[in-house]
Structures are given as C-alpha cells and as structure tokens.
C-alpha cells in the first residue's frame, strides 16, 4: 500500500476553501472535520459545506465525523460525494449497518477510534471497513501534540490487519509533523492527516511532498 496524505482543512482559511484545496495538489485526499459541538466541543461545518467542496475540489474528500448519532447522517456524507467516510465507534450505536450503508452510498467506510480506545474489540470488525483511524491527539481541535502513547495501538491494529489479511488502510490523525510522521509510519500506518503542518506551512504543497517523502523512508509496507 502506498503512502497517502490528507490534510485537514480544519487548519486551512473556511473563507477560501476551494483554493485551499487547490493548493495541495498532490495530495490524496483532502480531509475534512465535521464536528457538532456535542461528540467534540468544537463546530465547524456539515452537509452543504461538504458537498459544495466536493463539487470544487479535484482531490476526493476524506470526512471524519466528530458527530452524535452519525448512523443517521454517515450515509448523507458518503451521497454528498465523500470518497471516504468514517464514524466514531463509541459514536454510533449500529457500527456495522452504518458502514454497510456508507459503503453502499458508495464511498469508503472508515472506523475510528479515540487515543484511549483499545483497538482489540474491533478486530471482527476489519472486513466491514476500508480504513481505520487512530487518533493521535483527543479529537476537537488542530495544533495538538502527537500522543506517542498511541504508537503501540498502531503497531497492534497493523499486527490485526497482517493476521486477518485484511485490505484495510491505517490512518493516523492528529500532530502528523515532519516531528512524529516517521515514528507513526514505522509502527505501520499509511495514511497520515495533517493540519496545522501543511496549511500552517509556508509552502502546503511541499509541506505534503516533505510528509510523503519521510513516511516513505520508513515505513515497512510494500
Ligand atoms: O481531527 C482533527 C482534530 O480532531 C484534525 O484532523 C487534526 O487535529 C489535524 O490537525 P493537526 O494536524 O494540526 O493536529
């Protein structure tokens, strides 16, 4: 699996979205932040915003819902023309419909999980998913330090997918720098979210390259 960027736009200027998006033009995928205010105590943006960007956008959309009740709104992303999709698990009270229905909106269906949260429960559940997300910071808000007390869930989730050979993407999230990506890509993640390090960078667009080029150094998968 190749190594994949996303930014995250929570870090990008809201005003100028699509020439925020434009300016990342290698990136694989643009990630996008819906927060409600009660799963995370942040707010910034949903549905029309989201399909607006898809619309604009040449690089497909990654949304991470920080949302209560996203069995409800998971599938209404995947049709606004999200390429990729993923739920909180402690979020959603049908984890495996809500997937199953993202997946049949026709996006990918992503599973997430907080630093705190064990990886283990989940294992039975990696043939319902495209990726998995591991959050490196508490969900909520850009600029946070890496939490290297993730690393071995990393390690083990990869161990899991190994096992089980599941074709499921690791994605980290949260303090992705020039700092920490190496340590997160050695332990065996492939697709790195990055905010405050890209469109908090002069360049963006060479803020992913430099990204790209580290993870590459040395992560281990083919
Ligand atoms: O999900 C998020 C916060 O909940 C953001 O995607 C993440 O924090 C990115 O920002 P940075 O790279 O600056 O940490």
């Not at 020439?19 to 033009?25: K, M, T």
């Not at 549905?47 to 956008?57: D, G, K, M, T």
């Amino acid at each position: 699996m190749a190594i994949q960027i996303s930014p995250s736009i929570l870090s990008a200027d809201f005003a100028h979205l699509a020439d925020e998006a434009a300016a990342v033009p290698t990136a694989d995928w643009l990630h996008v932040d819906v927060m409600d205010g009660h799963f995370v105590p942040n707010l910034t943006l949903g549905l029309p915003v989201v399909e607006s960007l898809a619309r604009a956008a040449a690089t497909p959309l990654d949304c991470h819902l920080m949302i209560e009740d996203p069995d409800r709104w998971a599938p209404a992303y995947a049709e606004a023309g999200a390429g990729s999709v993923t739920i909180h698990a402690k979020a959603a009270s049908a984890p495996v419909r809500t997937l199953r229905e993202i997946r049949r909106q026709g996006a990918r269906a992503g599973l997430a999980l907080n630093p705190a949260e064990p990886v283990d429960p989940y294992a039975d559940l990696l043939g319902e998913m495209d990726m998995l997300l591991l959050m490196t910071v508490e969900p909520g808000f850009g600029g946070q330090k890496f939490l290297d007390l993730v690393l071995p869930k990393i390690r083990r989730a990869r161990e899991l997918m190994d096992e089980r050979g599941a074709a499921v993407w690791l994605q980290v999230d949260g303090g992705v720098s020039d700092e920490t990506i190496e340590r997160a890509a050695e332990a065996g993640a492939d697709v790195f979210v990055a905010g405050s390090a890209v469109y908090g960078a002069q360049d963006p667009a060479g803020a992913v390259d430099s990204l790209r080029a580290q993870a590459e150094r040395v992560s281990k998968l083919a």
